[in-house]
C-alpha cells in the first residue's frame, strides 16, 4: 500500500508539474497580445510598452495568490484600467499644455480687462432680461434686499421672487458660460 501511495503521489506530482505554468510562459504567451490592445487605443508605441510592462510587474506581485484564476482575464482587464488611467493622465497633460497662461508681468492688466469684459458682459444680460426679472434681480444683487423685502415691495409673493431670481441666474449663465459666471460668483461681480 506504501509503494501504491507513493506511486500516486510521484503522478499527481508530475501532472501538476505538467499543469503548472511558470510565469515566463505567461509573458510569452500574452504579452504581444496586451502591447496590439494597448497600441491600438493609445497609438502611442512607448505607452503601450509601459502598459505591458506594468501588467506584468503587477503580475509577478501577485503571482502566488492569482495562479487559479483566469491570468489571460486578469491580464486583459489590468491592462485595460492601466490604459484607462494613462488616458485620463493624458487628458489633463493636453488640456494644462493648451491651457493659455499669461505672462506674470502682464497678469494684473490681463485681470483688469478681464474683469470689466465680465462686467459688460453681465451688464447685457441684465439688461437683456425681461422687466420685471429684471428689476427683482437688481434688488437682490445691487440693493442686497431680501427675499421677503422684494416681494413686499413689488407686492408679489416670495416664492414669484425666487423663480425671478432663479431664472435671471439662468439666463446669465447661458449669456455669459459656465466658467465665466463661477468668476462672477467668486469675484462678487454684481456691478
Not at 504581444?32 to 510598452?49: M, S, V
Request: a neutral charge; charged letters at 25%.
Amino acid at each position: 500500500m506504501d509503494t501504491s501511495n507513493t506511486a500516486h503521489d510521484r503522478l499527481t506530482a508530475a501532472t501538476q508539474h505538467e499543469d503548472a505554468v511558470t510565469f515566463d510562459q505567461v509573458y510569452t504567451h500574452h504579452w504581444k497580445p496586451l502591447y496590439r490592445t494597448a497600441f491600438r487605443i493609445l497609438k502611442d508605441e512607448q505607452a503601450a510598452e509601459d502598459i505591458v510592462q506594468d501588467t506584468f510587474v503587477r503580475l509577478w506581485e501577485k503571482w502566488d495568490t492569482i495562479l487559479h484564476i483566469n491570468i489571460r482575464g486578469w491580464l486583459f482587464t489590468t491592462s485595460y484600467h492601466l490604459v484607462l488611467k494613462k488616458l485620463k493622465q493624458l487628458q489633463a497633460s493636453e488640456s494644462l499644455e493648451h491651457a493659455n497662461f499669461p505672462e506674470p508681468l502682464a497678469g494684473e492688466a490681463d485681470e483688469l480687462i478681464r474683469t470689466r469684459q465680465l462686467q459688460l458682459q453681465l451688464e447685457t444680460c441684465v439688461n437683456n432680461l425681461p422687466e420685471q426679472c429684471r428689476r427683482v434681480y437688481l434688488m437682490s444683487k445691487r440693493e442686497e434686499f431680501s427675499i421677503k423685502r422684494i416681494a413686499m415691495e413689488l407686492g408679489i409673493s416670495p416664492k414669484t421672487v425666487e423663480y425671478h431670481v432663479s431664472t435671471a441666474f439662468k439666463r446669465i449663465r447661458q449669456g455669459i458660460g459656465r466658467s465665466t459666471l463661477l468668476l462672477w460668483l467668486c469675484c462678487n461681480l454684481f456691478f
